[in-house]
């Protein structure tokens, strides 16, 4: 069966420390995976987006991975801060539609 | 990207009623997403509205439950029928940003709770 797992539920981070997240995959062939951070009451934002066929990108801060051999994705937050404390989501296409992962809840410790 | 105004942002309903929930896209985009989200859990796509033609339903969910309206490119609204406490969850529009490419917006969310 299709499946979308990210790591533990929650994830607790010293401030100023690298945050990494894991995105992993099951029977899906996706041609690229986003990352999303949700806050509570709120929708989804989109944070970025990687293709099958690139290896790594950056915005800022962050940092993804995408490894389509082991079906992975992994998503780094560095020199971490509270204000990055939500929960983030990776999400595949799937034939125009994009299924979500269940999200991973990361508190920034100060 | 595109901006969505979602209403209500919250609701409180007897079972057995329905609720109409808006969406309105400040540009003109093909298709449209709807997603609930139950506590606790991540999104799952009800269904895809496109404009001029029926929503296509993912598995589990039927247009009698869940209609949805299409009328033109910036605007969509679905509807929870005869609603059970079951179906307390937190509903989304959404569109793609370009092809998909850009990632998606979400509306902000409704909040659903049925009594």
């Known amino acids: 069966s299709q499946k979308i797992e990210q790591n533990s539920e929650a994830l607790n981070i010293q401030e100023g420390k690298t945050a990494t997240l894991t995105c992993n995959y099951t029977?899906?062939?996706?041609?690229?995976l986003q990352w999303y951070r949700q806050d509570p009451g709120r929708g989804p934002v989109f944070l970025l987006l990687?293709?099958?066929?690139?290896k790594e990108k950056r915005k800022e801060r962050l940092k993804v991975t995408f490894d389509t051999t082991l079906k992975q994705s992994l998503f780094h937050i560095t020199a971490s801060q509270p204000a990055d404390s939500a929960t983030y989501l990776c999400?595949?296409?799937?034939?125009?539609?994009?299924?979500f992962g269940k999200g991973t809840r990361l508190h920034i410790l100060p | 990207s595109a901006v969505i105004s979602q209403k209500p942002s919250r609701d409180i309903c007897q079972r057995g009623t329905s609720l109409t929930i808006q969406c309105q896209v400040d540009?003109?985009?093909?298709?449209m997403f709807w997603y609930r989200q139950q506590p606790g859990q991540s999104l799952t796509l009800i269904a895809t509205?496109?404009?001029?033609?029926?929503?296509?339903?993912e598995s589990g969910f039927v247009i009698d439950k869940f209609p949805i309206s299409r009328p033109n490119l910036t605007f969509s609204t679905l509807t929870v029928s005869n609603m059970s406490p079951e179906d307390s969850s937190i509903y989304l529009c959404?569109?793609?940003?370009?092809?998909?490419?850009?990632?998606?917006?979400f509306g902000s969310g409704t909040r659903l709770t049925v009594v």
């Open positions: 959404s569109v793609a940003v370009g092809q998909g490419e850009g990632g998606y917006t």
């Open positions: 029977n899906y062939s996706p041609a690229y």
């Open positions: 509205a496109n404009q001029g033609s029926e929503a296509t339903y």
């Open positions: 540009s003109q985009v093909t298709m």
């Open positions: 999400a595949l296409d799937q034939r125009g539609k994009i299924i």
């Open positions: 990687i293709r099958e066929n690139e």
